[in-house]
């Protein structure tokens, strides 16, 4: 007798679900042991019949194979969960580089127009901006220049004024090195203006005015 196909679908006939379950149910377990000894594997089966009944089997023990299980998948979460953040970390910066790119081309868009290039495809109402930008640019820079003067006019007037005080320092200096230098005679005729008067005093004088006397000529 050839063996129709079974259907699969569940069993409408009470009695024939349970015959069914009871014969598949030993041929897996069957199956079970079978995979478990000739291939030297850790397998744990857990099946509950429809009315709630427990039937299960283990090559080991049940509690230590569904705990290597779940050892195992946490794992696998663990080295998913990096993976998983990576990705989505990855997909932010890719999504922030090609911001960047389109700020940047639009950056040198408007530098090519500031210098005066690319204005072919430029309205009306962008080249009138791009004037009011220049003229405001350039009245900064010139606001900064006049800055820059003041500042340099300072700086000049701080050093001059420096420079001032120096030379009256030096001209002060040089006075006062000048009346050390004297010399011994100019302090002396500063002190005595006419040192041989006393000696000139003493000395005597045969000056006489008229005719000689003759006692005196006879006596020579």
């Known amino acids: 007798m050839v063996r129709g196909k079974t259907q699969m679908r569940r069993i409408e006939n009470a009695t024939s679900r349970q015959v069914t379950f009871s014969k598949r149910r030993n041929g897996l377990l069957k199956k079970a042991l079978e995979l478990s000894v000739l291939c030297d594997a850790e397998l744990a089966l ?21 705990g290597r299980y779940l050892r195992h998948t946490r794992s696998e979460t663990h080295h998913l969960e990096p993976l998983a953040h990576h990705h989505d970390d990855l997909q932010v910066v890719q999504n922030e580089a090609a911001s960047l790119l389109k700020e940047i081309e639009s950056l040198e868009v408007s530098k090519r127009k500031l210098l005066g290039e690319d204005l072919g495809s430029s309205s009306f109402d962008e080249l009138q901006q791009i004037e009011q930008q220049l003229e405001r640019s350039l009245s900064h820079v010139r606001a900064r220049k006049n800055e820059l003067y003041k500042e340099q006019i300072e700086q000049l007037k701080r050093k001059e004024k420096n420079l001032a005080d120096e030379n009256a320092k030096l001209a002060k200096k040089y006075c006062v090195e000048q009346e050390r230098q004297q010399s011994p005679t100019q302090q002396l005729a500063e002190v005595s203006p006419y040192p041989e008067s006393s000696s000139i005093s003493d000395v005597e004088t045969d000056l006489f005015i008229g005719p000689p006397n003759k006692s005196r000529s006879n006596s020579k």
């Open 46 to 66: 857990i099946i509950f019949s429809s009315r709630g009944k427990l039937y299960e089997f283990s090559s080991s023990s049940v509690q230590a194979t569904v």
